[in-house]
């Protein structure tokens, strides 16, 4: 069993550089292979993605319909677990009811001036492809976490891309999770061709205007190679996590949250943040414990994220350096394990998700619990959020003056634009507008 790695901070005055390092940090080696993958979706359409669900997905199946068929959704039902099933559903009802609560008002507007109205009116895109990885796992709740906000929102078109498995099909909690929600378009193409698929349309697949959910770095490297085609939505690339925890903590229960997010993959960074070195010991015989009752591979995944250069534990020389190291990482995923959580999270700027207290582990969130856990990784959360119904919607601004609000406007319109030289702008403003306005009617026979 190997030994998680101990970042010991305490005699530093300075956050070392390289702790921030996330696996997609250079794409460069992804960037440069996505391009042929793209191109030939481009060009060649379904006879693409159909080569390359064989040569990347190890699609074995002598036939592929690349788009599932009412018969795969009627067999998924019929052969899943009734138990997944209902969390299936139960997740797909938190998880809405949370989207509708932040659903914004169509229209609003308010008086900002006498006679002079302001606001906003929100639109549904037309068209969204959502994308549901497989590589290390079936992951339904991505398909409810994507979708469900997308619908709420009132998208005119929601599509599903996924890979397909060895024998040309969608993994059933996938098909089912789409089916309770009203999905009835999925797309068996994954990776990069996938988003080369919904970016250009092929003769199966259509073409979108916007793509969301989590990748791996091939998807990353495919969308932003692609972002002048298809808008790439929130930048969600391999896992990422901090559990931050204080003195109050068990370190044993810190450990259990560490291996949530890193049993993901080998690509994932996670991290235990603390000042406390009782909590950062106990963390560590932890998470021993905790790896014995994994599986093999998830164990693999685990080790080899806390163990190596993108993950383990950090103990900070005071509290204070430990939120500074969270703000400066902005974690995907945060887990706040302090006696105090709702103080500490007011310290908090960067971060996708804020889970507080013990009793909020991050498998509710990914799952369950409703708010969204497709989330921006990479620091992208320091300028983004997780993924919403106002990511599936577009704002236009509505703007209404009255006859008796608009002498007012137009006169300091009209002195703003002269200043900046545009006469077309202040003619439009002028005395002529009121003239053409009164002008008498003319009755026409």
Same mark, same amino acid.
């Given at each position: ?90 997740? *797909?009802?938190?998880?809405? $009811? ?10 609003? =507007? &308010?008086? +900002?001036? %006498? !006679? ?75 990776? *990069?061709?996938?988003?080369? $698929? ?10 979108? =205007? &916007?793509? +969301?959910? %989590? !990748? ?75 790896? *014995? ?153």
């Amino acid at each position: 069993m190997r030994t998680p790695t101990f970042h010991d901070l305490t005699e530093s005055n300075e956050l070392p550089a390289k702790l921030f390092k996330r696996t997609e940090a250079d794409l460069s080696f992804f960037v440069e292979r996505v391009k042929p993958i793209i191109e030939a979706v481009r060009v060649e359409g379904d006879a693409a993605l159909e080569r390359f669900a064989k040569q990347f997905d190890k699609v074995t199946a002598e036939k592929m319909s690349i788009r599932a068929e009412e018969s795969e959704f009627e067999g998924a039902l019929q052969r899943l677990d009734p138990k997944v099933v209902d969390a299936i559903r139960y997740a *797909a009802e938190n998880i809405r $009811a949370f989207h509708e609560a932040q659903k914004p008002e169509e229209m609003w =507007l &308010k008086e +900002v001036r %006498p !006679g002079a109205f302001v606001g906003d009116r929100n639109v549904p895109l037309d068209s969204v492809a959502c994308y549901v990885p497989r590589g290390k796992g079936s992951f339904p709740s991505v398909l409810l976490m994507t979708a469900i906000p997308a619908i709420v929102a009132g998208v005119l078109r929601t599509v599903v891309v996924t890979p397909p498995g060895p024998d040309g099909k969608v993994d059933d909690a996938t098909l089912v999770a789409a089916r309770l929600i009203g999905i009835t378009e999925i797309y068996k193409c994954g990776g *990069a061709q996938g988003v080369a $698929a919904v970016a250009y349309g092929t003769e199966s697949v259509p073409k979108c =205007l &916007k793509i +969301v959910g %989590p !990748g791996s770095p091939w998807v990353v490297a495919a969308k932003r190679q692609l972002s002048g085609i298809i808008d790439p939505g929130v930048p969600a690339g391999p896992s990422e996590s901090i559990v931050l925890a204080d003195d109050s903590t068990d370190g044993e229960l810190a450990a259990l949250d560490l291996i949530i997010e890193s049993e993901h993959g080998p690509d994932s960074s996670v991290y235990l943040v603390t000042d406390s070195r009782r909590v950062a010991e106990e963390a560590k015989a932890g998470l021993v414990k905790h790896w *014995a009752g994994l599986d093999a591979q998830r164990a693999e995944f685990s080790q080899t994220v806390l163990c190596g250069e993108h993950g383990g534990i950090v103990l900070t020389k005071d509290f204070e350096t430990a939120i500074e190291f969270v703000n400066e990482y902005a974690p995907e995923h945060l887990g706040i394990l302090t006696a105090e959580p709702f103080e500490v999270m007011g310290k908090i700027r960067n971060a996708g998700e804020l889970l507080l207290g013990k009793y909020t582990p991050m498998s509710l969130g990914n799952f369950v619990l409703g708010p969204n856990a497709v989330l921006p990784t990479g620091g992208a959360a320091k300028v983004a959020g997780a993924l919403s119904v106002f990511d599936f919607m577009k704002r236009a601004s509505v703007g209404y003056v009255t006859r008796d609000g608009y002498p007012a406007l137009a006169e300091k319109a009209h002195t703003l634009a002269l200043y900046e030289g545009f006469t077309g702008h202040a003619q439009a403003i002028s005395q002529i507008r009121m003239d053409i306005i009164d002008k008498p009617k003319v009755k026409t026979e």
